[in-house]
């Protein structure tokens, strides 16, 4: 009798648990319901007034089901209300290419012999080789870019929009569709204008990147490996005024200089996103990542762009200013070597690329010449954090600017007038 008893317990227990959790997974589920159902025809299991502890989980489960979300801290609030703000004017830019079709088409090796040969050698062979069937238009790989103004103005990378004979296609993050149009490439930083025909687009706010500390919050937002859209990592702020030699995939190489460490991850297709602060606002341009290594990336500060931006809303196109020299920056091991008398500078060398001062350039009309160290522009000296490239960037096309120069063992001042660097 006991075992019998035993057994319709365990079996009305199975069913009141079927029951339970096919209401807690029913969007009607109600926890009012569950409590009065099993106080009204299971009492014995209720106890005397109490729940037993286990009901009393699943309806505390079915309650913490039915709960708005809550913040665990303002931190993470601040993250989230950060990207809800960046991820309407955060785009993918897709790279489409004619390719051509390849095919394999009949071929007789035999045919460029006299008849009485061909009959010789008999017919029938089936021979096949690759042959071109026209072209067609294929996508060839992707990157990030974010919305700089609302008449469709955007900027993203020059590495993503580089290739001149590709076709450039946007999509916003309400999936539609636009055809883009690249107006300006900055010839010194990895920076590009593209331009798409929308109005009333949704802009991101630009902040200042000269602002911010090491150690704080950066959120990165992009076309992770190209396929998924806005995606979203957290890191920080790992360093400030990063010089790094980046390659693109045909194995061009290019210096960039000043930039911004962070770990927050940057993976392939999202160069030309921003990174954001906790307000939201663009603080840099995700451009690369370490090889070999692990949450390890680098993005353009947005100050640098910035004068791209007016550049092109100005005029339409990125003016740059110009010197004319090729140099490599001074420090223990180049002074020792080359035997100067400064341990700091721009030491002006020819490469593979050219002469130290190139043909009818401004600093070749000012009188410069190779082996010269340049040591000060307008009074602000050349060192390992500010080199002469980068000082060079502070200035218009037009600017008049005097350098302090080491020529032998002499220290010289020359005037120069920038002109507009070409492409």
């Avoid at 690329?353 to 160290?373: I, Y």
């Amino acid at each position: 009798m006991n075992n019998k008893r035993f057994l319709l317990q365990l079996v009305v227990i199975v069913i009141v648990a079927g029951t339970v959790s096919f209401l807690a997974s029913s969007p009607f589920a109600h926890a009012n319901f569950i409590t009065d159902f099993l106080n009204k025809y299971f009492p014995s299991l209720q106890g005397n007034s109490s729940q037993s502890p286990s009901t009393e989980k699943v309806i505390q489960n079915i309650q913490g089901q039915q709960a708005p979300y809550k913040f665990s801290d303002v931190h993470e609030e601040a993250i989230i209300s950060a990207v809800e703000q960046a991820s309407p004017s955060v785009v993918s830019i897709v790279i489409s290419k004619y390719l051509p079709v390849i095919e394999q088409c009949p071929a007789n090796p035999f045919g460029d012999l006299p008849p009485e040969f061909q009959e010789f050698f008999g017919g029938g062979f089936q021979f096949s080789v690759p042959c071109q069937k026209g072209a067609e238009l294929k996508e060839v790989g992707g990157g990030s870019g974010f919305i700089i103004s609302a008449d469709g103005l955007i900027l993203t990378n020059k590495h993503v929009v580089a290739d001149e004979k590709a076709q450039y296609t946007v999509l916003t993050n309400d999936g539609k569709k636009y055809t883009a149009k690249v107006l300006a490439r900055d010839p010194v930083q990895d920076l590009a204008v593209v331009k798409i025909e929308a109005a009333g687009l949704k802009t991101l706010k630009l902040g200042n990147s000269d602002a911010i500390k090491l150690g704080q919050t950066a959120i990165a937002i992009g076309n992770a490996l190209g396929e998924f859209r806005n995606t979203v990592s957290v890191g920080v702020i790992s360093g400030l005024a990063r010089n790094i030699t980046a390659s693109d995939q045909s194995g061009k190489s290019e210096i960039l200089e000043g930039l911004i460490q962070t770990d927050a991850a940057i993976n392939p297709g999202n160069s030309g996103g921003p990174l954001l602060n906790l307000k939201g606002e663009v603080i840099g341009v995700n451009t690369a990542v370490a090889s070999g290594a692990q949450n390890i990336g680098f993005t353009i500060p947005i100050n640098k762009a910035k004068r791209d931006i007016i550049s092109v809303q100005q005029s339409g196109r990125i003016s740059v200013a110009y010197l004319g020299v090729r140099y490599v920056s001074v420090d223990d091991s180049i002074a020792e070597k080359e035997k100067l008398l400064v341990k700091r500078g721009a030491l002006l060398r020819g490469n593979q690329d050219g002469p130290a001062v190139m043909k009818d350039s401004p600093a070749f009309k000012a009188g410069l010449e190779a082996k010269d160290v340049i040591l000060e522009i307008d009074g602000r000296k050349i060192d390992e954090n500010n080199s002469l490239s980068s000082l060079i960037q502070n200035y218009q096309v037009g600017d008049k600017i005097k350098l302090k120069i080491l020529r032998g063992d002499k220290e010289i001042e020359a005037g120069v007038t920038l002109e507009e660097r070409k492409n």
